[in-house]
């Protein structure tokens, strides 16, 4: 799959056909840092399970997005037979004919459609991935470039996503507000409080469906280069095929979260890092390949419309200090991010009122490099 910014070509990287890994999806120094296991209760590296549906839900929120930025979510309500159906969609629709898929393909400047992840056009190589984005509100008219006579296939896949997105929008509003009263507040003050009670309110979503395909040397390859989100947080669906892993430092190595069935990883973004004061930190992750089986993931990105502010909240900032970031939009952290990306430096360090560089974005950063 070529980068966005060569797909206005008619090229088009068949993964199935492929019997070796080109130069062109060949990434240098993926394997600096071990790789360990997520799934092991009881140890260090066991990725935080999280039961939102439990009593002190909210502690556990509070402490999983301090230490790792990321944890498995369970107890969350959305039947597994609903994520059954949208997994098999996912599916069904990578599996369309180059053609097909080619019809929607992204074109610089856009944000919705078919193509490689969208971060790839910072970087020379090529992932080892395919992927589709839409708006929830808008998928239906997105996805006419996919099925533009808007047949059975086409009903079923805009049926299945529009419940998957009234699903997990209402969890969104339960999870925030464990976010929130982690900081401290009470159900009452972020019903009462403008600026807590306008970001539920205005929440906005995107979903980003990934296809990895089976890759004939992971080891060369790359599904997802190591990045953080750039939004509050992020659900990710994942098949039962692991590949997400999370960086983690002393020492630095990378962690496989464990593929739970029914459960969603929960990431926390860049924008959320920034509204919670740097306390909730944004997580470095990114998506391994496997040899012998393919793998789907779903992302559902949460945050702010384009034209507020995001600064840290009162509640978050310690008595006596100023805010450690400064306030931005979500388009204007975007300019920030790709700025970073460009010259290797720490979006977040960029926004922050005492130039401090973040310890995990240089972590993250010198992974990357």
């Known amino acids: 799959m070529p980068t966005p910014s060569h797909l206005k070509s ?4 068949d993964f199935r056909a492929a019997r070796r890994v080109p130069e062109t999806h060949a ?3 993926l394997h600096e840092h071990p790789v360990v ?3 092991e209760e009881g140890t260090e590296d066991a990725v935080p399970v999280v039961d939102v ?4 839900a909210a502690a556990r929120v509070a402490r999983a997005a301090e230490t790792w930025g990321a944890f ?3 107890g969350h309500g959305v039947p597994e037979t609903l994520l059954a159906r949208v997994e098999e969609r996912i599916a069904r629709m990578f599996a369309l004919p180059a053609a097909q898929k080619m019809r929607a393909v992204r074109a610089p400047g856009e944000a919705c459609g078919y193509g490689s992840p969208p971060i790839s056009s910072f970087f020379s190589k090529c992932m080892w991935s395919e992927g589709y984005t839409f708006s929830p509100v808008s998928l239906r008219s997105d996805l006419r470039r996919l099925w ?3 047949g059975h296939d086409y009903r079923l896949f805009c049926d299945v996503m529009e419940e998957f997105h ?4 209402k969890l969104a509003d339960r999870l925030l507000e464990l976010f929130l009263r982690a900081l401290g507040l009470t159900g009452e003050q972020i019903a009462g409080v403008e600026a807590e009670r306008k970001i539920g309110e205005t929440m906005t979503a995107t979903m980003h469906l990934n296809w990895y395909p089976r890759c004939p040397d992971p080891q060369r390859a790359l599904g997802l280069i190591a990045h953080t989100d750039s939004g509050f947080f992020t659900f990710v669906l994942q098949s039962l095929v692991p590949g997400l892993q999370l960086f983690r430092r002393g020492p630095d190595r990378w962690v496989t979260v464990p593929a739970v069935p029914g459960a969603f990883v929960v990431n926390v973004g860049d924008l959320f890092h920034i509204l919670t004061n740097g306390r909730f930190h944004s997580v470095y992750h990114r998506a391994v390949v496997n040899r012998d089986r393919d793998r789907i993931s779903l992302g559902y990105f949460l945050g702010p419309p384009p034209h507020v502010k995001v600064a840290p909240l009162p509640e978050a900032v310690p008595h006596g200090r100023s805010p450690a970031y400064r306030a931005v939009t979500w388009p204007e952290y975007m300019a920030v991010r790709k700025k970073a990306f ?3 430096g720490s979006a977040l360090n960029m926004v922050s009122t005492d130039a401090a560089i973040e310890p995990d974005d240089a972590a993250a950063a010198a992974a990357d490099a």
């Open 148 to 150: 533009p006579k808007t």
């Open 342 to 344: 460009t010259t290797g």
């Open 37 to 39: 296991d997520g799934g």
């Open 72 to 74: 498995l979510m369970t």
């Open 27 to 29: 990434w240098a120094g």
């Open 53 to 56: 549906g439990a009593a002190g």
């Open 166 to 169: 009234k699903e997990v929008r």
């Open 10 to 13: 008619s090229l088009y990287f």
